[in-house]
């Protein structure tokens, strides 16, 4: 089974940017599509953005439309999360997590998770 491990995360200032990366290992990557999560203290387990398993389509969460990125490298067997314009209210542990099939928006299709990895966002 595949696994997944992020990097990437730091603190950074309003307006500044991080990318993300998550590397995979010990399964077909490229035949997985992943996601991208992100869970704030105190509050539930949020969707951000989703890349199919080709890297030709992409779904994001509406607060980070326009200012995120997933893309994916199946040479690599990364896949990335850019982030630009980053605000206080995006501060949260970042997992990347792979399913079968579909890419998805829904945290309970997916199979195998990262360990994440701490985004600080500060004002």
């Known amino acids: 089974q595949v696994q997944l491990v992020e990097s990437g995360g730091g603190l950074v200032q309003a307006g500044g940017s991080l990318r993300l990366s998550c590397a995979a290992s010990?399964?077909?990557?490229?035949?997985?599509?992943m996601g991208w999560f992100r869970q704030a203290p105190g509050k539930e387990r949020e969707f951000v953005a989703t890349?199919?398993?080709?890297?030709?389509?992409?779904m994001y969460t509406d607060s980070v439309k326009g200012r995120f990125t997933i893309s994916r490298d199946n040479v690599k067997n990364t896949v990335y999360l850019q982030m630009n314009s980053l605000k206080p209210e995006d501060t949260a542990v970042y997992h990347c997590?792979?399913?079968?099939?579909?890419?998805?928006?829904?945290?309970?299709?997916?199979?195998?998770w990262g360990q994440g990895t701490q985004v600080t966002v500060s004002s």
């Open positions: 997590a792979a399913k079968s099939g579909r890419y998805s928006s829904k945290s309970y299709e997916y199979d195998v």
């Open positions: 010990g399964g077909a990557f490229s035949s997985y599509a």
């Open positions: 890349i199919r398993w080709s890297g030709g389509s992409t």
